[in-house]
């Protein structure tokens, strides 16, 4: 019986190989080792997405959901970071800006109160730029988590 999981994998690989199973490393192992292709990863796990590895409860996902979830929220919904729609997102709330600056000059709210309100504005747009670079991060993070599992990188 193995003591842990280098012998077992070092048995099963002997096994695999019609080596003599003993939990050693030798030259027979060695070179069985050099000249060995690597394992075919199955359809399914080759095939693999997002969507199946958080059906399977893979912490990785469960953490990179709840990472977009809160570059979402800081964003301002996590719907609109789905893809092209942040660029639109962002053209809107530049023309608003134009258009609020427009007005508040006409009403004759002094220099100083509109340099706080740009300010504010700038603020604003920092954090939601924060928000988007969390959330492209997550987003790598995950992929990347998915391309490791369907190599067979990671169970």
Do not use: C
């Amino acid at each position: 019986m193995p003591k842990g999981r280098t012998e077992a994998a070092i048995l099963a690989f002997r096994h695999e190989h019609d080596l003599p199973l003993k939990p050693a490393i030798d030259d027979d192992l060695l070179a069985a080792m050099a000249r060995a292709e690597p394992r075919q990863v199955s359809e399914v796990r080759a095939n693999a997405t997002t969507h199946d590895l958080r059906e399977q409860g893979v912490q990785t996902i469960a953490i990179t959901d709840q990472i977009k979830g809160w570059a979402g929220k800081l964003f301002g919904g996590s719907s609109v970071l789905g893809g092209g729609g942040v660029l639109a997102w962002l053209t809107d709330k530049a023309t608003a800006v134009s258009g609020a600056r427009d007005a508040v000059g006409g009403l004759g709210i002094p220099p100083a109160a509109i340099a706080w309100l740009l300010a504010g504005v700038v603020v604003l747009a920092i954090v939601a730029g924060l928000g988007v670079l969390i959330w492209v991060v997550a987003h790598k993070v995950e992929v990347e988590r998915v391309a490791d599992y369907r190599t067979g990188k990671n169970t």
